[in-house]
């Protein structure tokens, strides 16, 4: 084989579709798990098991601190440890170690607490799930924080980050849908024996429902092991080779090589910052219009329980169909307008909601606003996420897990700040239950969507890109 023309480098071969599939599904176990984490955990700790809502708070509060401390420890580690596993990939091993975690526990926070009576403190029982939540929030950190920061090690091209992103993102959205439909059919399963005045009772949550929530959790965890086994058969991780050295067949004229951009490097450039507050943003829009979506049906609404699964359902429908338009979407207006045309959908489902007396079934088309707007400005932030990283992919763990930090803790504080000032804090309901809730999605998509308006306008102001950084200095 003779030498290739020196100075050329080949062209990336795109990555075969067979390798974005296997890629998309990795993150499918944790999607699941999210699903429930965020829509159903306080539903299940305070109206199922009778837990009261800051209770139910200060447990969510500990799952996302937990994730957001381990989330950058998880990051650094994965980035220093990228010589090591040269067979496997160290990204890859670290998802396998988040993998286990993740699908020992999670189980047991969705089951009744073991040992405990009536008579048991619910100090005592909150005690108990404690490390079960601990241990799948290490998990599910070191599974997302391995896969993110895989983008750039399988692909360069900034429209193929795109898609790869959207692929992930369309896994997300089945994987939401697996859970809504399998909840709407457990639910379903269970009311339809009951007959004549046990009807009314049924379609109101209760500690009837505990088999649900934990067969749901079960199913969980089964369906997701087998969705990570195949992203660990089908994915090789990135090999590309960081800097060779130079043999006989090596130009004597070279480029030299750069730098490496370390992870004190990061914090000192302002899109760094400016890229982290928008993702942030966009995932306390996400995630909390998901967590509270099931007590605004519930008690603002006064829905049956089958349409926590249901509108759910709708929202995901709407964003996984939409999320296939954000390539050709972001080629033809960018990153930033695209980002904005789901800020305006968010902005308008709020709208409606705090003008509206009532939905009825305009409900299902608010369902389909927020989900595709959801879906807009999720897929988009996590394109400028990678775009942030660029070619700097040793240190693009760290950058996942400080934007993954500040959302967790950002989602958990909030979370407990809105259960804190729940008008009657031990009652299952009560009548300014329902004025509370309507506000509460007025102001987690509308409010959090304005000052994730403030932030894209910086971003326009100042794009994303490198200021500080000058790799002749380092």
């Not at 829009?285 to 509108?311: C, G």
Request: glycine share 8%; hydrophobic share 50%.
């Amino acid at each position: 084989m003779g030498p290739g023309t020196p100075g050329v480098a080949a062209s990336p071969r795109a990555l075969p579709l067979v390798a974005r599939l296997s890629y998309a599904v990795g993150h499918f176990l944790n999607d699941l798990c999210a699903s429930m984490w965020f829509t159903y955990l306080l539903l299940y700790l305070h109206s199922v098991s009778a837990y009261s809502s800051r209770g139910a708070g200060l447990l969510l509060l500990l799952g996302q601190v937990a994730d957001g401390l381990c989330t950058p420890l998880v990051g650094y580690e994965a980035d220093r440890a990228a010589g090591c596993c040269p067979r496997y990939g160290p990204r890859k091993a670290w998802h396998l170690v988040g993998t286990v975690c993740v699908l020992l526990s999670f189980p047991f926070i969705f089951s009744p607490c073991l040992g405990c009576g009536a008579a048991t403190p619910e100090w005592a029982a909150l005690l108990y799930y404690g490390p079960f939540i601990v241990i799948f929030q290490f998990g599910w950190a070191a599974t997302q924080i391995a896969h993110l920061s895989l983008i750039p090690e399988l692909v360069t091209n900034e429209h193929e980050k795109v898609e790869l992103t959207a692929l992930r993102y369309a896994f997300t959205v089945v994987a939401n849908i697996t859970v809504y439909g399998a909840a709407w059919l457990l639910l379903h399963l269970q009311g339809s024996p009951h007959v004549g005045p046990t009807q009314e009772i049924s379609d109101e949550l209760g500690v009837q429902d505990v088999p649900v929530f934990r067969n749901l959790s079960l199913l969980v965890v089964g369906i997701g092991a087998v969705f990570s086994l195949l992203f660990h058969l089908g994915t090789r991780e990135g090999r590309r080779p960081r800097w060779e050295e130079p043999d006989e067949h090596s130009p004597l004229l070279t480029h030299e090589a750069q730098p490496l951009l370390l992870w004190k490097h990061w914090l000192q450039e302002p899109a760094f910052y400016q890229v982290g507050l928008l993702y942030m943003s966009t995932r306390l829009i996400v995630n909390l219009s998901q967590t509270y979506m099931a007590m605004y049906l519930t008690y603002s609404l006064s829905l049956p329980k089958k349409f926590i699964a249901i509108i759910p359902l709708v929202m995901y429908l709407s964003g996984f169909f939409s999320s296939f338009l954000m390539k050709p979407i972001n080629k033809w207006i960018g990153r930033n307008m695209t980002y904005f045309t789901g800020l305006l959908v968010i902005l308008a489902f709020s709208a409606w909601v705090a003008l509206a007396n009532g939905l009825g079934v305009a409900v299902y088309v608010a369902a389909v606003l927020l989900g595709v707007g959801c879906a807009t400005i999720l897929v988009t932030s996590l394109a400028m996420t990678a775009d942030l990283i660029g070619p700097h992919t040793h240190s693009g763990a760290f950058v996942y897990g400080a934007m993954s930090f500040s959302d967790k803790v950002a989602n958990g504080l909030a979370v407990m700040a809105i259960q804190s000032l729940h008008p009657r804090g031990s009652d299952l309901c009560c009548t300014a239950c329902v004025g509370f809730y309507h506000w509460v999605m007025v102001a987690v998509t509308g409010g959090v969507g304005v000052a994730a308006t403030l932030v894209l306008c910086s971003l326009l102001l100042w794009p994303i890109r490198l200021r500080s950084w000058n790799p002749g200095t380092q």
